[in-house]
């Protein structure tokens, strides 16, 4: 058997068993030299990256996904058959899925100062990779970095590959202010927007609540205003910033029924009789943050924290100038119960498109898992998203 | 003039202009020693209280007011005229208000561990009280405490005046689960009971957001293990804990009008260019917390914390049970856009009562500034609780 004809027959069984994972590739790029939004400089940026389907002969079915806080560039696909899990939007992506990848070259990049800076299938730099000028962690000492600051280290991957225009960007949560951005900055190279659970700005309300996470990192006295190591670690004041994350991105239904699970009771006599012992939901929450910990650094969640607070569409004083700039049709995905990204900041954002006549639509996703609905329930959505990559924005049918 | 005279007029005065503050004095209960409900013995507990209007002769016209987690028994009036602010309730106590003080005698009673422990017009034993047993302050040996302990604290002081049945009991948050509980564990006494943005129980979700607030607490290292004195109190943990429960007890629009005021922006120049340096919003939120931490303690806070977290309504491991026990009317007033103790919360106590034909009415507090509608926006339900406080529980016409 030749080995074209194995390919093709393995192919055909990835297309007809979708139990069968797809099994994709951590890729590398690295930026020698960078300039960020705020004007600083980053030397030997490194980028990872991965991709689904094939790139077409002339680079025009590209989709990028942008991915969410805590998330990274595994959108898809498991890099070993064994994995326990696929990539998180892994509904929605594979042969024959909404985001076909029989047809579309599927493409995600991993963040600067990505939260999972520990873990071997992310690439990224921020404050715990090595300044080349003083040889340790930068800390503190590494530039702010904002959400055009993402797009531009995914634009330099896709010029990488000879890429110059996209089918579609689409992101959830701080991956739909990377579409939003990429939009706006580079209408020109976006032909589709999907924001899912997302927001054309940060309100005051969410940049308080993005601040919250980041309080018990500094409180940690192991944080040491950011100068640690990975040994010396603020890990509980990185719990503590989780456990925020994991209950806000989530909505009561979940946790009560975890709770059922652990046959969670108010007067439970651990908690009664002692001030220091906790709640089995507490327990349950704090030990199941503890584990993502350890893969994650804390001075990256605050730079996550501050590149979201940092957001407002084109990245000036004004969210009707960054929305003006924006050509491609836009499709807001909100979930009905979101305590994080309300679904008011999809509906204004629509609202404000709609006023300037720009095609734009809004589906909410249902269901009673709050904003992660947005992850894990995407696969509500697939007819919507494929009925929207098929939206016509040739000249003759702009919009 | 005679002095009763001089009364008359003043009374008439005070009646006819509402702007002239009703003045209250604090007062002091003592109990030599009391016994919690885990068992643990407690002595010399020292407790303030307030009340408004004159109790009948025969001792009958007796409303209890509950207070809420950061509240205390200062629910009207002022202590002096130059207050800055009357008591928190003060929209609906007073003369010729919803709870008429013409008509009834109002007290209101600070929980033990009450929150502002430092406070001259707080009278409170928790653990920054001074253990007689070691003449320094409790700290993490003080007994865990509960909602059912804060019922019985109140019913010693009713006592002392010969109080022995309640025209009705009424609370916000905090102080609903106490009114629920008063209605469970002494229903003889009790004649009606109002819960304001409360919950007949902790579910596992709102137990894991009382944690968040205890978190940051345990992480300053001056907390210690709560071994601390008031010069060496955790501010730093108790400010960030206090941000949380600020936001929490808000709602996006009120929080984004504080914003607009500070022409709050998300790309604002201080944190784009310096990580330490924070968004206009958060300074806000961070200094009004700070001061309010000035009067308040840490451990204080943490006992509040597990209170309501071991709430259930009769203090057993079944609602039911609690629930069954009540014999008074029930009226409930969830806070529409309340994102602490959501409506669901008040629904289903109503109907768990409901389908037991229990008398309970709900009325939804609208407005747009989430759980704190049930202390700054209770005036809009005056003419509910004046209806329901007239409500007929004699024996030919029960419920």
């Not at 297309?15 to 994709?24: D, H, K, N």
């Not at 927007?193 to 601040?211: K, Q």
Request: glycine letters at 6%; hydrophobic letters at 40%.
């Amino acid at each position: 058997m030749t080995s074209t004809r194995i390919t093709t027959l393995l192919l055909l069984a990835l297309t007809a068993l979708p139990s069968w994972a797809m099994i994709v590739e951590k890729q590398k790029h690295v930026i020698p030299s960078f300039t960020l939004f705020n004007g600083a400089e980053l030397k030997n940026v490194q980028i990872g990256w991965e991709a689904y389907g094939e790139l077409n002969e002339d680079k025009s079915n590209a989709i990028l996904i942008n991915h969410y806080f805590t998330g990274s560039s595994h959108a898809a696909g498991k890099y070993a058959e064994s994995d326990p899990a696929p990539g998180y939007w892994d509904a929605i992506i594979g042969p024959g899925k909404a985001i076909d990848t029989n047809r579309f070259f599927v493409i995600s990049v991993d963040t600067l100062a990505n939260i999972n800076a520990y873990s071997s299938n992310v690439h990224t730099t921020g404050p715990a990779s090595v300044n080349p000028t003083t040889q340790t962690p930068y800390g503190l000492d590494f530039p702010v970095v904002t959400i055009r600051d993402f797009v531009n280290t995914q634009r330099a991957v896709l010029q990488s590959l000879g890429i110059k225009k996209l089918h579609a960007v689409i992101g959830a949560s701080m991956g739909s202010m990377q579409a939003i951005e990429w939009a706006s900055t580079y209408p020109d190279e976006v032909e589709r927007i999907v924001s899912v659970i997302g927001t054309g700005y940060m309100d005051a309300w969410s940049t308080v609540e993005l601040e919250q996470w980041a309080i018990p990192i500094r409180l940690d006295k192991q944080w040491n205003q950011g100068n640690y190591t990975r040994e010396t670690a603020p890990l509980d004041g990185l719990t503590a910033a989780l456990m925020q994350v994991t209950q806000i991105a989530l909505a009561p239904a979940f946790i009560n029924q975890i709770g059922e699970s652990l046959d969670y009771q108010p007067l439970e006599s651990g908690p009664l009789h002692d001030i220091r012992q906790k709640h089995s939901i507490v327990n349950w929450l704090h030990d199941r943050a503890r584990q993502r910990a350890s893969l994650m650094d804390a001075n990256h969640l605050l730079y996550l924290v501050r590149a979201c607070q940092l957001f407002i569409t084109g990245h000036s004083d004004s969210l009707e100038k960054g929305l003006s700039n924006i050509t491609a049709p836009v499709l807001l995905l909100p979930a009905e119960q979101d305590l994080l990204l309300m679904p008011y900041m999809s509906e204004l954002l629509a609202d404000e498109l709609a006023k300037r006549n720009h095609p734009v639509s809004l589906h909410t996703i249902e269901g009673d898992q709050g904003h992660l609905e947005g992850v894990t329930g995407i696969g509500k959505m697939a007819k919507t998203l494929s009925t929207f990559l098929n939206t016509d924005v040739s000249p003759e049918n702009p919009k």
